[in-house]
């Protein structure tokens, strides 16, 4: 799996949009970005995930560019209990990586009232 | 639908003893994989089970076991306890599905090894 890059910690100002980079610029073409989130004391929670198109749903949005060479998760109107390390992981979809997501330190996002 | 869950929450163990976590996947949830977190190593792959066959390993060694029964529950064992081995345990299952690759993690059982 591509190794991906993320700053160590982000601030938000609630009810702004929160833009969280990640730069995977070792990525194959079959290789698939990944967002999670890890909510102090709970497992990670799974966002969104993406191959080249910009992708959206309920919780969030993720960019990709055009040479998939780096992503941004965005949460659109950021929330106090968005506060959480976000994780950003890239691997293929399916193949014998049976279950197995390698997760790096992640973005420390504090959201401030 | 309930989610993963996993017990005990909390387990507080002595060296030289071994444990045995517990994982109930999500309803028709056949897969449950396993990861361990440490604050200097963060979130680490331990194994992955389906249909009660271990089909992916992570790099630990043999005192880290696991098995899974045929209702998809699953267990993970770790024997000849450590101090390093204090660590927040977390247990995930996916849907079925070719590709499907949305993990759903439990809240995970904090061992304490002394």
């Known amino acids: 799996d591509a190794k991906t890059t993320q700053p160590t910690s982000m601030d938000c100002a609630e009810g702004r949009a929160a833009n969280l980079p990640c730069n995977h610029s070792?990525?194959?073409?079959?290789?698939?970005v990944y967002w999670y989130r890890q909510i102090h004391s709970q497992g990670p929670q799974y966002i969104i995930h993406?191959?080249?198109n910009n992708e959206t749903n309920e919780m969030a949005s993720l960019i990709i560019t055009e040479d998939r060479k780096s992503s941004t998760l965005i949460l659109p109107h950021a929330t106090l209990r968005d506060t959480a390390v976000y994780y950003c992981?890239?691997?293929?979809?399916?193949?014998?990586?049976?279950?197995?997501?390698?997760f790096g330190q992640g973005t420390i996002l504090t959201v401030h009232p | 639908k309930a989610g993963v869950t996993q017990t005990p929450r909390y387990l507080i163990k002595t060296r030289g003893q071994q444990v045995t976590l517990s994982c109930s996947p999500i309803?028709?949830?056949?897969?449950v994989s396993w990861y361990q977190q440490t604050p200097g190593q963060g979130l680490q792959f331990l194994f992955e089970?389906?249909?009660?066959?271990?089909?992916n390993k992570g790099n630990f060694p043999g005192r880290f076991s696991g098995r899974q029964f045929s209702n998809s529950r699953s267990e993970m064992n770790v024997s000849t306890l450590e101090l390093g081995d204090s660590a927040l345990y977390l247990c995930?299952?996916?849907?079925?599905?070719?590709?499907?690759?949305?993990?759903?993690f439990g809240s995970g059982t904090q061992l304490s090894v002394l």
């Open positions: 995930a299952s996916r849907p079925p599905g070719q590709g499907s690759e949305k993990l759903f």
């Open positions: 070792t990525i194959s073409g079959n290789e698939y």
């Open positions: 993406g191959l080249k």
């Open positions: 992981i890239v691997r293929v979809l399916g193949g014998t990586s049976y279950g197995k997501l390698t």
């Open positions: 309803s028709g949830h056949r897969s």
């Open positions: 089970y389906f249909s009660e066959t271990q089909r």
